[in-house]
Nanobody
Framework: QVQLVESGGGLVQAGDSLRLSCAAS????????MGWFRQAPGKEREFVAA????????NYADSVKGRFTISRDNAKNTVYLQMNSLKPEDTAVYYC????????????????WGQGTQVTVSS
């Protein structure tokens, strides 16, 4: 069982930056693909970014490419999402997810989830 705890959400203005963190409770963190997803009210959960384990390969949704950066510190069992040039449409609950075998954009295949952290971007 892997527990994920997100932090770093908040209320910001358009154009501002935020960095989300997700701490994982596993000794084999470097073997997990880590993903970030988000869900706005009334909308489906959508993929934001993912990063492989030790290789560090990354994948982004088109809507965040060039603005968001996913990274990980395997020594700290933590994955980050640096969000720059935030827009009101980025407003959502952001979830951290982990999986041993899947590296992709479908939330259905990630086995472990955090509780989410709210990001609100005002115009």
């Amino acid at each position: 069982q892997v527990q994920l705890v997100e932090s770093g959400g908040g209320l910001v203005q358009a154009g501002d930056s935020l960095r989300l963190s997700c701490a994982a409770s596993t000794r084999t963190f470097n073997t997990y693909t880590m993903g970030w997803f988000r869900q706005a009210p009334g909308k489906e959960r959508e993929f934001v970014a993912a990063i492989r384990g030790s290789e560090g390969n990354t994948n982004y949704a088109d809507s965040v490419k060039g603005r968001f950066t996913i990274s990980r510190d395997n020594a700290k069992n933590t994955v980050y999402l640096q969000m720059n040039s935030l827009k009101p449409e980025d407003t959502a609950v952001y979830y951290c997810a982990a999986d041993l075998n899947y590296y992709g954009s479908s939330w259905l295949w990630y086995h472990y989830w955090g509780q989410g952290t709210q990001v609100t971007v005002s115009s």
